[in-house]
């Protein structure tokens, strides 16, 4: 059985930095894509970032780019977000995300492509 540990949230200040983690376990297929998303209160989940296994493929959220960073430490079976220069609209719940993917072109930021999901962490930025 998969399962995602999300972990690294916390509250902080505009313009300073986070690291959430995401500790995967229980995970058979060689070939996979996982994502952080997030939700707001009263609003959708939305993709952040994903990432496709063999790390050749990355993907982020038009309003994250140049700011959040996506990596996997294939080592500790461990998803990262580097998060910097953070706005208080990235306030959410975020949520780390897999399923199996045949190929890097499959990789997407769509909360439907994905089917295995953590509990969350979240993160409150305040101005």
């Known amino acids: 059985q998969v399962q995602l540990v999300e972990s690294g949230g916390g509250s902080v200040q505009a313009g300073e930095s986070l690291r959430l983690s995401c500790e995967e376990s229980?995970?058979?297929?060689?070939?996979?894509?996982m994502g952080w998303f997030r939700q707001a209160p009263g609003k959708e989940r939305e993709g952040v970032a994903a990432?496709?296994?063999?790390?050749?493929?990355?993907m982020y959220a038009d309003s994250v780019k140049g700011r959040f960073i996506i990596s996997r430490d294939n080592a500790k079976n461990t998803l990262y977000l580097q998060m910097n220069s953070l706005k208080p609209e990235d306030t959410a719940m975020y949520y780390c995300?897999?399923?199996?993917?045949?190929?890097?072109?499959?990789?997407?930021?769509?909360?439907?492509?994905?089917?295995?999901w953590g509990q969350g962490t979240q993160v409150t930025v305040s101005t």
């Open positions: 995300a897999a399923s199996f993917c045949r190929g890097s072109w499959a990789l997407s930021l769509s909360t439907n492509e994905y089917n295995y």
């Open positions: 229980g995970y058979k297929y060689s070939t996979y894509c």
């Open positions: 990432f496709y296994s063999s790390g050749d493929r990355t």
